[in-house]
């Protein structure tokens, strides 16, 4: 499998975006991480967390740090590039944007 | 993706382009590092080492898949993929040198044709003055007499054109004359052009010693005798001495300072002819007959060209233009009424060779299409084949996992690898072709036909168009096969097929098909210019050929008057008459079939009324006594020129069959009066029709005047000789240099030649249509064999089977042969249907020929039907060979 069918489209993205924009991490971490923030609702498995990363995309994410992992291996640590901040604001704005819509039309009464 | 994005990214692309494996091998670090922390937690969760690592694994899912997803999604992979794929191709196409050889044989052939005749038509039409600059600006400029005829311009006319032009980044005259050399003792003819002083920085060309001409070098009567001489003119003549600048060559006479060499590879600007010197309009009295003319409005003789500033178009600087005309008619209403000035594409220069090969390069790019596609078919033709070799292959990779998409890409590049070879081939084949055109043309004397083709960026860029096309087309034949693949197939046992009703062979049969209908219209084609050409070669023109030679004198040059002329001409024939071997000799202005101009009258006739609007017009040619002799043309009634037919006896006049019938109503003209220039003349003899300006015209009205009622200084010299052309000239040349060493003889050729050289675009575009037809025969003919092959061996159980219940060898011969001849027979009505439609495009190309000529496509039906039954010979024997016992066992 590759990516939940409930997550929205391009969503993964921004939440990995926004987990390294609090902190460069490495892929082990950021899984974690994203499992403990939305309490494993979102249901990332492992396997679809890496071809994410490697996306294009990561021009938005410094990959170039090579640092000791928690278990004191050598791993890769992503940060978030300039653009990769850009690229954030927009999507956020945007995700609000819509989730307020999405929300909005979610509460209309029934009549 | 925005271009920061790109550019970020740019490094992580280009890294794991590069160095895939260290990209890999990190991602498998990464990976693995996740695996070990999760297999850690799952540890402290207090699952056993080996549960901890199956969960873990489970939680990753496929770790291949992953990784595979990771290098996709990397986006390097196309490249890669594309590294894979040539790298994998080249191994293919080695595992089977036999096709590949084949395959890439017949898109050299295919490209390489294409590129040959591109580059004749860059080097002929569109480029046609090698180191020129920006031809594609430069335009032919002429008048046109009433929206008719064409006409050029005078000297006056170009200096006005030339100020008021304001489109015009630059205007040249460039004219064509023959000039004389003297050099020691004698005197030879050689050809050059006289420029306008800004010629040289106009074209762009910088002479290599010495420099090219100044400003005001083109003014005044004969005040800059100066000349620039070409390189091989330097290297012949002058053995290529470098202090050549300031030396004096005397030309027609006259001492040149010459002050300059163009560089190697420049032949002026003359489409055909290789110019040898330029010298100054001022010196135009010097080398172009008729007197000074540079102050003359009505003098017509300026061959001029204008290069158009950037980004001007043909219609915009014409507007221009016809507006600067209209103002000359008005101003000088005498010289230029009616008269406009057009502009032309070098290709359709109005005034030199340009327009004479293009039926003919017409012709030929059509027929290099065809050839490739002839070529395409066969090579879709053999990949068909391997692709049905290689459908175990296929299905295995399909079976493991690899897109219908991957597999399409896999097979567009083995066919690019096939036809960039057959580019690359076909480069070289181009290459070496380049003066093909040339060497089929006539030898001429002094000056070569200079028509090379060129191979430059334009050329390259159409085969790399024709490469990519190609590619395509034969990359998707077989795509078209794998469609139909389906994964159990080629497990299943190789079913035995019956020739012929394959399920899937109607590709490969439309594609026989289809080569055979090609094949037939190019033998169709070959067989009709090649039936032209001898027709033209065997129709008499109406004048003996063989045993007449033609030359000239040049005593213009040598600055003869007309007195002197007069004497001359007539001391010459007397010699030469006297000579053993030499039964007569005459003069006349224009030869016929010849690129002169035949005088042009109107006439009036005692008796006959022209209808209202009718003003008879007719063409004549002054000619000396003994013409008719000589060249052999039968006079039906009344008597030849004489030498007492002079300025001083009243006007005579010889008309031809046509005439008497058209003016005389079929009466017998003898006697009867003529007005010719506004001069009544008396007829005195009728002559037979005979052909005048083409081997294609129907006979037309024409007559002969006395050379000496109508002079010309320098008239053609016709030999009735029993002796071989070599040995006439020299006795013609000794006994001109007997006469006045200073003098020169003009290229001297029969009267046949002069009929074969009319007949050149027929013998140029017959040559390559039959080659090129041929080649395509060919390559149809290893179609229809591999095919046929194929099938044989495809069905070696049916025929064994066949073979058991009683079928004879011959039997399965027959059937064989017939299945290959009813491919052919489709092939051949569908190439009938389109030959009738389409071979009437050779238009002009074609003498006394009908386009649907029955003998020329009966005969092509035969040459295509013996090839083909060749081409299944040989699988057909192989299926009469089939062992029953063994087949039917095994």
Known sequence: ????????????????????????????????????????????????????????????????????????????????????????????????RVSAAISGIVQLKEA | MDIEQWLYSLPLRLRSFFHPKQVDQEMKEELSEHLGQQISENIAKGMSPEEARRSAMRAMGGLAQIEQQCRDARGGSVLQDLAQDLRYGLRQLCRAPGFSALAILCLTLGIGANAAVFSWVEGILFRPYPLVAHQERLFAVAITVQGERIDLLSWPDFLDLRRNCTLCEDSFVSKITSSTLNIGDHAEVTTGSIVSANYFDAIGVHPILGRGFEAGEDVGNDSNPVVVISYRFWRNRFKGDPQIIGKTQRLNNVPHTII?????????TFVGRAMQLWVPVSMEETFDSGGYKLEDRGARWIESYVRLKPGVGRAQAQQQISAIAARLQKDYPATNRGRSIGLWALWQTPFNHAGELLPTLQVMVAVVAFVLLIACANVGNLLLVRSFVRRHEMSVRLAIGASRGRLLKQLLTEGLILSALGTAGGFLMAYWCRHLLVMLLPVREGDAMYLPGAIDGRVMAM?????LVVTLIIGLVPALQTHHLDLAGPLKAESGGVVGVRSKGWIRSGLVIFQVCLSFILLVGAALLLESLQRIRSTSPGFSTTSVAVTGVSVVAAGYDVPRAKTFQNELIDRLVGLPGIESAAFARVTPLGYGAFSSTPIAVDGYQPSPNEQPEVDYNQASPSYFTTLGIPLFSGREFTRSDDENAPPVAIVNRTMVERYWRGQDPIGRRLQVKGRWARVVGVAADSKYESMGETPKPFFYVPLRQDFDREPDLYIRTTQSLPSTLATVLRTVHALDQNLALYETITLQEQVNRAALPQLVAGTLVSTLGGLALLLAAVGLYGVMSYAVAQSTRELGLRMALGADPANLLRLVISRGLRLAAGGVLLGTVAALAVTRLLGQLLYHVSPHDPVVFGLALAVITSTVIFACLLPAWRASRTDPARVLRG
């Open chain 1, 1 to 96: 499998m590759s990516k939940p069918a409930d997550l929205v489209q391009g969503t993964l993205d921004m939440l990995i975006l926004k987990i390294l924009a609090l902190q460069a991490l490495n892929e082990w971490s950021i899984s974690q991480r994203l499992k403990q923030i939305s309490s494993d609702v979102l249901g990332i498995s492992d396997g679809s967390l890496y071809p994410a990363l490697q996306r294009p995309r990561t021009s938005r994410m410094d990959s170039g740090q090579w640092k000791a992992s928690e278990r004191n291996r050598r791993a890769k640590f992503y940060s978030l590039t300039r653009l990769g901040r850009k690229q954030l604001e927009k999507e956020t704005a945007n995700w609000n």
């Open chain 2, 463 to 467: 085969s790399l168009g024709i490469c």
């Open chain 2, 260 to 268: 300059g060499v163009a560089p190697e590879g420049f032949y002026g």
